[in-house]
């Protein structure tokens, strides 16, 4: 139990398209998912709170405007990073939080690497 | 402010036993968790522990201390296949979920 997919698991794209990346819970619900960026050999840096039914809560430092997230049901949010740059190659990792297991666990989804050219 | 330490990198032999420590400093506490990640790959979940005292899970074994600020994973019968970071997480009073930097185990025959 406790699976998390993402989709997709690689992408490659050119500079100022917009990038949709979709995260689910598989087997249970989450009323919030997470979403995080690793850069090559650094920890991974919160990016924001994703809430069922309401807004994200954006880290300091994190674009909304750029970074747009949706929870718009209790097994799938979406970030969509929006007119994407080089520096925004990364690897973009989801989890979810399962409110039925141990408090505050998060079970995370394979991630999405972004390339951008 | 809120601060996790644990060790940059470990080395240790296949076979041997090794403990990473893990030192937190949060505002309030509601568990803490570890998690493996390898190499190009999100993190897989490990343990948690809420209540002071020693968790143990196969060769993989986790303790706690609350009073201490202080928890270590302990890793027993390496395998090269635990060649991996090992993150320390502490969920603070409003569950937020507090990373440590990571310690990269290398395991060496």
């Known amino acids: 139990g406790a699976v998390v997919s993402q989709h997709p698991s690689w992408v490659i794209c050119k500079s100022g398209t917009s990038v949709k990346i979709e995260c689910r819970s598989l087997?249970?619900?989450?009323?919030?998912m997470f979403w995080y960026r690793q850069f090559p050999k650094q920890s991974l840096m919160l990016m924001a709170t994703s809430n069922e039914g309401s807004k994200a809560t954006y880290e300091q430092g994190v674009e909304k405007d750029k970074f747009l997230i949706n929870h718009a049901s209790l097994t799938l949010s979406t970030l969509t990073v929006t007119s994407a740059h080089p520096e925004d190659s990364s690897f973009y990792i989801c989890?979810?939080?399962?409110?039925?297991?141990?408090?505050?666990?998060?079970?995370f989804g394979p991630g999405t690497r972004l390339l951008v050219l | 402010g809120q601060n996790i330490d644990q060790p940059t990198e470990m080395t240790a032999t296949e076979g041997a036993i090794v403990q990473i420590n893990c030192t937190y400093q949060t505002s309030g506490f509601n568990g803490l968790f570890w998690y493996q990640q390898h190499a190009g790959e999100a993190p897989t979940f490990l343990s948690y522990n809420v209540l002071d005292g020693l968790e143990e899970k196969g060769r993989f074994s986790s303790f706690l201390s609350r009073s201490k600020g202080y928890s270590y994973l302990l890793l027993k019968e390496l395998q090269m296949k635990d060649s991996a970071s090992y993150l320390c997480?502490?969920?603070?009073?409003?569950?937020?979920?507090?990373w440590g930097a990571g310690t990269k185990l290398i395991i060496k025959p």
């Open positions: 989890s979810a939080r399962d409110s039925e297991r141990e408090v505050g666990t998060q079970y």
């Open positions: 997480a502490v969920t603070d009073s409003n569950y937020q979920l507090i």
């Open positions: 087997d249970f619900q989450a009323t919030t």
